[in-house]
């Protein structure tokens, strides 16, 4: 069975950092590529980014892309997401996902918070 679960969220202060974690059991870890999503309260999801876990080759989308830190210790089937100056537009709940035999699938999120 494909699992997912994240953590790491939090209440942060606008311009700290988070780091969240996601391990994944049930599938070869390092076969894949993981992605993260985001969705913010009210909004639809918005795809964050996403690392091959074979050859740790990074995707993001272009508005994430300097803040945004994706990577795996495949040893531990986990991947993580490192963000910095963290942002009122950053709260949501972030999820991690990868497609598994043609099904999409993702964990129950972590949720972040950025608030003075």
């Known amino acids: 069975e494909v699992q997912l679960a994240e953590s790491g969220g939090g209440l942060v202060q606008p311009g700290g950092s988070l780091r969240l974690s996601c391990v994944a059991a049930?599938?070869?870890?390092?076969?894949?590529?993981m992605s993260w999503v985001r969705q913010a309260p009210g909004k639809g999801p918005e795809w964050v980014g996403g690392i091959n876990t074979g050859d740790s080759t990074t995707y993001y989308a272009d508005s994430m892309r300097g803040r945004f830190n994706i990577a795996t210790d495949n040893a531990k089937n986990t991947l993580f997401q490192q963000i910095n100056r963290l942002k009122p537009e950053d709260t949501a709940v972030y999820y991690c996902?990868?497609?598994?035999?043609?099904?999409?699938?993702r964990g129950q999120g972590t949720q972040v918070a950025v608030s003075s």
């Open positions: 996902g990868t497609t598994i035999r043609d099904a999409y699938r």
């Open positions: 049930g599938f070869t870890f390092g076969t894949v590529v």
